[in-house]
């Protein structure tokens, strides 16, 4: 099993530009979510998935939109890009427990 | 928002010692997470808490759920160069959906 795999890995966007970041877990979980993590900050929450068809904001979701249609994808987009989005993405999976599994992040730079 | 302290924000310490960490709240847990998370890579589940009171170990790892339900702390035994990283704590509260709380992170450095 690959578990949850990210792509891509790192990418420099100018401002303004749009992108999607893509996530997809070959575990089956029902349960998916997008974190952003800035130094020092710890992960903030941007958008949930409880299963195929149904999202929710988390903590910070101004400025991202995500999309739900399968089981296994959970693509992150960004509209606008502005220097504020500088900060490394994760995505995260789960099953019935509360434990999350991560995948290994994208980090974004906005110039 | 909900909000987990965690502290130290940083350990800077000699190999072979012992390192302590915790996380408080002012709200109430269902469960704590303790992950790790080294350099360039997505956190790593180290322990998982779900009652009250219990204390759990992972190797040279022990952690506990604190009785009042508002705090956890994270032990490291006997520490070697590999467990640099950032630990995160995580909770999460009653009703969200399973929703988890991080704290900021403690960054551990260690001298061999």
Known sequence: NAGVTQTPKFRILKIGQSMTLQCTQDMNHNYMYWYRQDPGMGLKLIYYSVGAGITDKGEVPNGYNVSRSTTEDFPLRLELAAPSQTSVYFCASRSGTNVLTFGAGSRLTVL | ?112
Not at chain 2, 45 to 55: N, Q, T
Not at chain 2, 57 to 79: E, H, M, P, V, Y
Not at chain 2, 98 to 109: A, E, H, Y
């Open chain 2, 1 to 112: 928002g909900q909000q987990l302290n965690q502290s130290p924000q940083s350990m800077f310490i000699q190999e072979g010692e012992d390192v302590s960490m915790n996380c408080t709240s002012s709200s109430i847990f269902n469960t704590w997470l303790w992950y790790k998370q080294d350099p360039g890579e997505g956190p790593v589940l180290l322990i998982a808490l779900y009652k009250a009171g219990e204390l759990t170990s992972n190797g040279r790892l022990t952690a506990q759920f604190g009785i009042t339900r508002k705090d956890s702390f994270l032990n490291i035994s006997a520490s070697i160069p590999s467990d640099v990283g950032i630990y995160f704590c995580a909770g999460q509260l009653g009703g969200s959906q399973g929703n988890l709380i991080f704290g900021k992170g403690t960054k551990l450095s260690v001298k061999p």
